[in-house]
T-cell receptor
Framework: LAKTTQPISMDSYEGQEVNITCSHN???????ITWYQQFPSQGPRFIIQ???TKVTNEVASLFIPADRKSSTLSLPRVSLSDTAVYYC????????????FGKGTTLSVSS | GAGVSQSPSNKVTEKGKDVELRCDPI?????LYWYRQSLGQGLEFLIY????????KSGLPSDRFSAERTGGSVSTLTIQRTQQEDSAVYLC????????????FGDGTRLSIL
């Protein structure tokens, strides 16, 4: 099973770019890397997903090096509303049915 | 379109009572998941339904927990003889079929056992 490691918390200020790195040394060939965002009292929300190189959407960018053993979620010019928990997910559980959520990274954005 | 809907949003009950939590997935999503999230923790997988296949119940913590999915749509999670350690937020998600399909979550049911 692919295990992920990401910082427990990060602090930033409005307008800054935030990069959250996730390590996943034993990622499998058919595993994608998926990031979710969770606000208090809400369910997680899909942000972005990638397999290799770079993926960009209207919310974030995801950078994945050639060896795929890590990935970096980049949030450009964060605002107070980006304060949330960010989860990096790789691979599925033993039965191959569900994502494995760790504790995520709590991002706090201040003014 | 409508997202995943869960009810009730909050439930307070006494220890020993049974509770039923409901999930309405996104129409057309064949996969449905239940997770549990305790305060300040990540999500703990409970059970997975996919079409008419046998569900993956490997995450259910005890035989007091069970779930059904009727007609391939609505799902109910039942907890019998509730205990205080069952207090948590119970989240439901649905997705299209496929290993890497994004999961769409509801906002959960906050369950408090007195």
């Amino acid at each position: 099973l692919a295990k992920t490691t990401q910082p427990i918390s990060m602090d930033s200020y409005e307008g800054q770019e935030v990069n959250i790195t996730c390590s996943h040394n034993n990622i499998a060939t058919n595993d994608y890397i998926t990031w979710y965002q969770q606000f208090p009292s809400q369910g997680p929300r899909f942000i972005i997903q990638g397999y290799k190189t770079k993926v960009t959407n209207e919310v974030a960018s995801l950078f994945i090096p050639a060896d795929r053993k890590s990935s970096t979620l980049s949030l450009p010019r964060v605002s107070l509303s980006d304060t949330a928990v960010y989860y990096c997910l790789v691979g599925l559980n033993q039965a191959g049915t569900a994502l494995i959520f760790g504790k995520g990274t709590t991002l706090s954005v201040s003014s | 379109g409508a997202g995943v809907s869960q009810s009730p949003s909050n439930k307070v009950t006494e220890k020993g009572k049974d509770v039923e939590l409901r999930c309405d997935p996104i129409s057309g999503h064949t996969a449905l998941y239940w997770y549990r999230q305790s305060l300040g923790q990540g999500l703990e997988f409970l059970i997975y339904f996919q079409g008419n296949s046998a569900p993956d119940k490997s995450g259910l913590p005890s035989d007091r927990f069970s779930a059904e999915r009727t007609g391939g749509s609505v799902s109910t999670l039942t907890i019998q003889r509730t205990q205080q350690e069952d207090s948590a937020v119970y989240l439901c998600a649905s997705s299209l079929l496929g290993r890497n399909q994004p999961q769409h979550f509801g906002d959960g049911t906050r369950l408090s056992i007195l």
